[in-house]
């Protein structure tokens, strides 16, 4: 069983930096990518980033290239998006989800196979 717990979610200035953790057991990174995903009210979940299982390559949506950054630390057991520059429009529901898959990482959410329970994240003006 594949349990990944997110935490760090809040609410945020525009402009603004969260850092998101998800937290799960040592096999779970050593044999799963992990992604994360938002969902906005009223709209579907998408892609935000994600993090090969050997932690060699990533993958970013367009909306949040140069802003966010997925990292792992082994030690930890943890994946963390650090997001920097908030906006408005990323204001959502973050989830992180795992995904049974050893290559570049994917973005479509169809593939993940367990998923976080979700952490919000608001950013005001």
């Known amino acids: 069983q594949v349990q990944l717990v997110e935490s760090g979610g809040g609410l945020v200035q525009a402009g603004g930096s969260l850092r998101l953790s998800c937290a799960a057991s040592?096999?779970?990174?050593?044999?799963?990518?992990i992604g994360w995903f938002r969902q906005a009210p009223g709209k579907e979940r998408e892609f935000v980033a994600a993090?090969?299982?050997?932690?060699?390559?990533?993958s970013y949506a367009d909306s949040v290239k140069g802003r966010f950054t997925i990292s792992r630390d082994k030690a930890k057991n943890t994946v963390y998006l650090q997001m920097n520059s908030l906006k408005l429009e990323d204001t959502a529901v973050y989830y992180c989800?795992?995904?049974?898959?050893?290559?570049?990482?994917?973005?479509?959410?169809?593939?993940?196979?367990?998923w976080g329970q979700g952490t919000q994240v608001t950013v005001s003006s």
């Open positions: 989800a795992a995904d049974y898959y050893w290559g570049t990482p994917r973005r479509n959410k169809i593939e993940y196979d367990y």
């Open positions: 040592e096999r779970t990174f050593s044999t799963y990518a």
């Open positions: 993090l090969s299982r050997n932690g060699g390559s990533t």
